[in-house]
């Protein structure tokens, strides 16, 4: 089946670059996300990348996507303490009518 | 516009009993998404619902249902609760449009604790 895999943990300095990685099994995921998660919180949405593009930015945010790896990737330049949270990376799949194939979390600790 | 609302936002429960939990979308969106959320399990996908009609399920057991009505509110159910049904379940909206990025906005969630 459909896997999304994340690394559990990142901690970086404040004022530093955060980059937290995913891979997905799923080849025909046409659209992914990330979702950020603070402490007693929902899933909030950052931004998305459609399949067929390789970049996008936005403000401090900028995903990466290599299809032929399956690896996506969020950049966070200049992270503040604020960003502290757990950071999911999402893919969509046609499978069983269209759902959200989600990773662990990805926790980000950001030291002062 | 006002985000996804989620009620209650906690609860407490025996085992063996049953539970309502009740999501409103984000106006204008027809399509809502129930997810489980635990520490053990991750984030795991229970069904959607688009126009009153269950559009797909995941792999939970049939105590776990839903519902939507006309105005696109859902509600899900779980009967004969277990311990393990203690979770975070987390209710997402999209409009779910043609040609739409399939983008989903979640609510805060409802805890459920089950004793």
């Known amino acids: 089946g459909e896997d999304v895999e994340q690394s559990l943990f990142l901690s970086v300095r404040e004022g530093d670059s955060s980059v937290i990685n995913c891979t997905y099994t799923d080849s025909s995921s046409t659209y992914l996300y990330w979702y950020k998660q603070e402490p007693g919180a929902g899933l909030q949405l950052l931004t998305y990348i459609f399949s067929n593009m390789d970049m996008k930015q936005d403000q401090r945010l900028t995903v990466l996507l290599n299809k032929k790896d399956k690896h996506l990737s969020l950049r966070i330049a200049d992270t503040q303490t604020g960003d502290s949270a757990i950071y999911f990376c999402?893919?969509?799949?046609?499978?069983?009518?269209?759902?959200?194939?989600f990773g662990q979390g990805t926790e980000l600790s950001v030291k002062p | 516009k006002a985000g996804v609302t989620q009620t209650p936002r906690y609860l407490i429960k025996t085992r063996g009993q049953q539970v309502t939990l009740s999501c409103s979308p984000i106006?204008?969106?027809?399509?809502v998404s129930w997810y489980q959320q635990t520490p053990g399990q991750g984030l795991q996908f229970l069904f959607e619902?688009?126009?009153?009609?269950?559009?797909n399920k995941g792999n939970f057991p049939g105590r776990f249902s839903g519902r939507q009505f006309s105005n696109s509110r859902s509600e899900m159910n779980v009967s004969t609760l277990e311990l393990g049904d203690s979770a975070l379940y987390l209710c997402?909206?999209?409009?779910?449009?043609?040609?739409?990025?399939?983008?989903?906005?979640f609510g805060p969630g409802t805890r459920l604790t089950v004793t």
């Open positions: 997402a909206s999209s409009p779910r449009l043609a040609g739409d990025t399939y983008e989903q906005y």
């Open positions: 999402a893919v969509f799949t046609y499978n069983q009518g269209g759902k959200l194939i």
């Open positions: 106006s204008g969106h027809r399509s």
């Open positions: 619902y688009f126009s009153e009609t269950q559009r």
